[in-house]
């Protein structure tokens, strides 16, 4: 007799073992968590593999050429706030205290920048997209022929407009992107 924590059907198997297989990632991804350093070497490990690799077979530039733009695109998320200070709506809702508000206790600090994209979030999809580029470099199907140096220059001129924006931002609101763990933040102050 099938007991009910057995699945029945080939469904029901194929369901429970992606279940299975969801969880154990799952727990890898809430394990490595706190070794912000050991990700981000072990992407950039894997980025340099798929230069390599790229460099190595002289092909598949549309590949590298996608993830470069994917890249970039997830770095200029990383680097936003994700509610932007200069909008008016945003200033408005601000004023009511619908979105943010000020600190009641001495003890507590205003953190008034939130990313809109969190660190972890952006590692796990760079991570995925230089894995599944890997992967494609792999199959002749994604080595479209191009002529290689107009992709790097068209890039460039696209990364040098878009993070000039962001410097202009930067320097506008004094937002510095990156921290060293260490807050300039004193509780003894008043």
């Not at 924590?5 to 194929?14: K, L, Q, R, Y």
Request: proline share 6%.
């Amino acid at each position: 007799m099938d007991s009910a924590d057995e699945p029945s059907t080939p469904f029901g198997t194929f369901t429970a073992q992606s279940n299975k297989l969801q969880r154990q990632y799952q727990a890898l991804l809430d394990q490595s968590t706190p070794h912000v350093l050991y990700r981000w070497v072990g992407t950039v490990i894997g980025l340099f593999l798929f230069f390599l690799r790229v460099f190595m077979a002289q092909g598949w530039y549309i590949v590298a050429y996608a993830l470069g733009i994917y890249l970039l695109n997830l770095f200029l998320a990383f680097l936003q706030p994700k509610f932007d200070p200069s909008n008016e709506a945003m200033d408005n809702d601000m004023e009511d205290g619908a979105v943010g508000t000020l600190p009641t206790r001495q003890d507590e600090e205003f953190r008034p920048f939130i990313r809109r994209l969190p660190e972890f979030k952006f590692w796990h999809s760079a991570t995925r997209a230089v894995a599944i580029s890997f992967f494609c470099s792999w199959f002749e199907i994604f080595n479209v022929p191009v002529f290689w140096p107009v992709l790097v220059m068209y890039w460039l001129m696209l990364f040098i407009l878009t993070m000039r924006k962001q410097i202009q931002h930067m320097i506008k609101y004094r937002y510095v992107p990156f921290s060293l763990g260490k807050t300039r933040y004193n509780k003894n102050s008043n």
